[in-house]
């Protein structure tokens, strides 16, 4: 029997912590989410940046997208035959995902669950490389620090994320996440679309 597209990891067990504007994302929100970005610069500069990052890797490397959102990352994922975990607190973006991947026909697998960057639910060290990317805005400044935490103790290599960090209320600065990072450290910080908005990556070493 060929192996599913797909299969749904269980729920993690605590429910995760309401983020402030993330309910936002069900119904048309979900559906139309793409459409409202892909010609965005500020999108396209992004994923140019990180598809590169992502390039990078070795070909099968394990892979947590957290928030998956509507599975922006899934050519590049294709592309290298990444064993990747999507995570995202919307079923109706889990789903745009879904139908993505379906969409594809060229074999590529992949796991899609409901849960939280707070607590992911995956065993330590299971992965090499997590992304989470548009989420720290959404998350208060001691909720930064627990995703990075929770990152570190499931990632064994890497991890990419984006943050603004200077001149909104929402800003979260470099040094809120360095004082997070325990046997990681910030190998990249590069402009993403303005010279406040940053693209990051932080190495085992």
């Keep these: 029997m060929s192996e599913p597209l797909m299969c749904y990891l269980p729920p993690i067990t605590q429910q995760p912590q309401a983020l402030t504007g993330a309910a936002k994302y069900v119904g048309a929100v979900a559906t139309g989410y793409d459409a409202k970005r892909v010609n965005d610069p500020k999108w396209q500069i992004e994923q140019g940046i990180i598809e590169g990052w992502l390039d990078e890797l ?9 928030p998956i959102g509507t599975g922006r990352f899934l050519d590049a994922y294709a ?24 969409m594809m026909g060229n074999g590529f697998a992949m796991k899609l669950g409901q849960g939280d960057v707070l607590k992911c639910g995956l065993p330590d060290k299971s992965v090499d490389v997590s992304l989470n990317i548009r989420i720290s805005r959404w998350l208060s400044p001691d909720e930064n620090e627990q995703m990075m935490r929770e990152m570190q103790r499931v990632c064994r290599k890497a991890i ?37 908005y940053r693209i990051l990556m932080a190495e085992f070493v």
């Design 79 to 102: 592309r290298k035959r990444f064993d990747v975990f999507g995570l995202d607190r919307s079923p109706d973006m889990l789903n745009e995902t879904m139908k993505k991947v379906q």
């Design 160 to 196: 990419i994320w984006t943050a603004r960090v200077e001149g909104q209320v929402h800003s979260r600065t470099r040094e809120l996440f360095e004082g997070a990072l325990d046997g990681f450290r910030i190998t990249r910080d590069v402009e993403g679309y303005q010279p406040a």
């Design 58 to 66: 070795p070909e099968g490397s394990v892979i947590l997208d957290a």
